[in-house]
Nanobody
């Protein structure tokens, strides 16, 4: 499985942004997909995850309400919609994939097998 994340950029505070993660390679049956972010000097932080087969979603407490994860099964793409962006949302955003339950992606962060290359999101205040 290979992941290609895109959609980052410079955005003003209060605006929205949608990131995409295109998946290539083997079948995603049994996989979960997740989004993480890493700000300078901070640890990589879990945002959201989705079960590829049935679409169950999980969010971090800080992401719930402003971030939405979704997948397009036919296009093999996972999206992260971020609303009401704040300066503290500035980070490199990564997508990840592994054959684990979506509810465990946060705890298994450091052991997830496949990561995309990251896309920079900069929020100007």
């Amino acid at each position: 499985v290979l992941l290609q994340a895109c959609g980052g950029g410079l955005v003003q505070a209060g605006n929205s942004l949608t990131l995409s993660c295109a998946v290539s390679g083997r079948s995603l049956s049994g996989y979960s997909m997740g989004w993480f972010r890493q700000a300078p000097g901070k640890e990589r932080e879990f945002i959201a995850a989705i079960d590829w087969d049935v679409g169950n979603v999980h969010y971090s407490r800080s992401a719930e309400g402003r971030f939405t994860i979704a997948r397009n099964y036919a296009q093999r793409t996972v999206y992260l919609r971020a609303n009401s962006l704040k300066a503290e949302d500035t980070a490199v955003y990564y997508c990840a994939a592994d054959q684990v339950p979506s509810g465990t992606m946060s705890q298994l962060r450091d052991r997830l097998k496949t990561w995309g290359q990251g896309t920079q999101v900069t929020v100007s205040s």
